[in-house]
C-alpha cells in the first residue's frame, strides 16, 4: 500500500515537473512569435501596410475631401490677399511684389493639395526608413528564452505542494505572455487604423497652410503625421528594453524571483506601449 502511495505521488511530481517545464520552455514562444512581426509591421508605410485598405481611403480622399479642401483654399487665398493688401496701410502702400508673392504662394498652395498623398507618403517613408534601420541594430536581442539555472535540479528538490504552486505561477505568467502578444497585436493594428483615419482628412489641414494664421492646422497636422510615423520607432525601443532587461530576470538563481520579475515587467511593456502613442505627440508637440 505504501508502495502504491509513494508510485502515485511520484507520479503527480513528475507531471507537476513536466508541466512546469513545459511552460518554462513554451512561456515566450507567442511573445517572441509576435516581437519578430513587429519590424515588419511597424515598419511597413500605409499603402504597403494593406494596399486595399490604402486604395479605398485614397479615393475617398481624392472624390470628398479634395473638393472640400478646394473650397477651404480658395477662402483661405482669398482672405490672406486682403489680409496682405489691409497690412500695407489700406491699400495706400500697394507694391507690385505684393502680387507676386501672391501668386507664389497660390502656386505652391496647389501643388501641395495635388500632390498631398506623395508628400504624406514621403514623411512615412522617412520613417520607415528609420524603424527598418533599427530593426538591424535590434533584433538580435529579442529573441527571450527562460533559461533557470539547474532547473531539473531546483524542482526535484521541491515538494508536491510547491511544485503545484510553482505550476500555477508558471500558468499564470504563460497566460499574461498571451495577453501581452493580444496586446502587441492590438497597438500595432489600432495604429495602423489610425494613421489611415488620419491619412484620410490630410488634403483639408494642407489647405490651410496658404496662410500665418491658418496654416496652424496644417502645421499641427504634420506633427501629428510625423509623431504617429515614429510611434513605431518607440515601440521597437520598448520590445527591446523589454527583451534586455527580462533577459536578466529570466536567468535568476531564484525561481519565484524570476518568475514574478517577468510578470512585472510584462504588466510595464504593455502600459509602455500604451503610452509611446502620447509620448510621440509630445515628442513632436502635437496636439
Known amino acids: 500500500m505504501n508502495s502504491l502511495t509513494t508510485k502515485i505521488g511520484e507520479w503527480i511530481r513528475e507531471l507537476f515537473i513536466s508541466g512546469i517545464t513545459?511552460?518554462?520552455?513554451?512561456?515566450?514562444?507567442?511573445?517572441?512569435?509576435?516581437?519578430?512581426?513587429?519590424?515588419?509591421?511597424?515598419?511597413?508605410?500605409p499603402e504597403g501596410w494593406n494596399p486595399g485598405v490604402f486604395s479605398m481611403i485614397k479615393n475617398l480622399s481624392e472624390t470628398v475631401i479634395v473638393p472640400v479642401a478646394g473650397i477651404i483654399l480658395t477662402f483661405v487665398l482669398c482672405y490672406e490677399l486682403i489680409h496682405m493688401l489691409i497690412d500695407r496701410n489700406n491699400l495706400h502702400d500697394v507694391d507690385t511684389w505684393m502680387f507676386f508673392k501672391w501668386i507664389f504662394k497660390t502656386l505652391v498652395a496647389?501643388?501641395?493639395?495635388?500632390?498631398?498623398?506623395?508628400?504624406?507618403?514621403?514623411?512615412?517613408g522617412l520613417a520607415q526608413h528609420v524603424i527598418n534601420g533599427s530593426a538591424g541594430v535590434i533584433q538580435g536581442t529579442l529573441d527571450i528564452n527562460f533559461a533557470m539555472n539547474d532547473l531539473d535540479a531546483t524542482l526535484q528538490a521541491?515538494?508536491?505542494?510547491?511544485?503545484?504552486?510553482?505550476?500555477m505561477e508558471t500558468w499564470a505568467i504563460s497566460l499574461g505572455m498571451k495577453a501581452l502578444s493580444l496586446c502587441i497585436?492590438?497597438?500595432?493594428?489600432?495604429?495602423?487604423?489610425?494613421?489611415?483615419?488620419?491619412?484620410?482628412?490630410?488634403?483639408?489641414?494642407?489647405?490651410?497652410?496658404?496662410?500665418?494664421?491658418?496654416?496652424?492646422?496644417?502645421?499641427?497636422?504634420?506633427?501629428?503625421?510625423?509623431?504617429?510615423?515614429?510611434?513605431?520607432?518607440?515601440?521597437m525601443v520598448c520590445i527591446a528594453i523589454y527583451a534586455v532587461l527580462l533577459r536578466g530576470v529570466a536567468t535568476a538563481d531564484n525561481i519565484h524571483a524570476a518568475?514574478?520579475?517577468?510578470?512585472?515587467?510584462?504588466?510595464?511593456?504593455?502600459?509602455?506601449?500604451?503610452?509611446?502613442?502620447?509620448?510621440?505627440?509630445?515628442?513632436?508637440?502635437?496636439h
Open 22 to 45: 513545459n511552460n518554462f520552455q513554451g512561456m515566450f514562444d507567442e511573445v517572441n512569435t509576435k516581437v519578430t512581426e513587429v519590424a515588419a509591421q511597424v515598419g511597413q508605410t
Open 110 to 124: 496647389v501643388y501641395i493639395l495635388t500632390n498631398t498623398f506623395d508628400l504624406v507618403m514621403g514623411i512615412f
Open 158 to 167: 521541491m515538494g508536491t505542494m510547491e511544485l503545484m504552486g510553482l505550476y
Open 185 to 235: 497585436f492590438l497597438i500595432i493594428h489600432g495604429r495602423m487604423i489610425e494613421i489611415y483615419l488620419t491619412v484620410s482628412v490630410a488634403p483639408i489641414p494642407f489647405s490651410t497652410m496658404a496662410n500665418h494664421e491658418w496654416g496652424q492646422i496644417g502645421t499641427n497636422y504634420l506633427k501629428a503625421l510625423f509623431a504617429i510615423a515614429f510611434q513605431g520607432f518607440l515601440i
Open 259 to 286: 518568475l514574478w520579475g517577468c510578470a512585472g515587467y510584462t504588466i510595464l511593456l504593455g502600459f509602455c506601449l500604451f503610452k509611446t502613442s502620447s509620448l510621440a505627440k509630445s515628442v513632436f508637440s502635437s
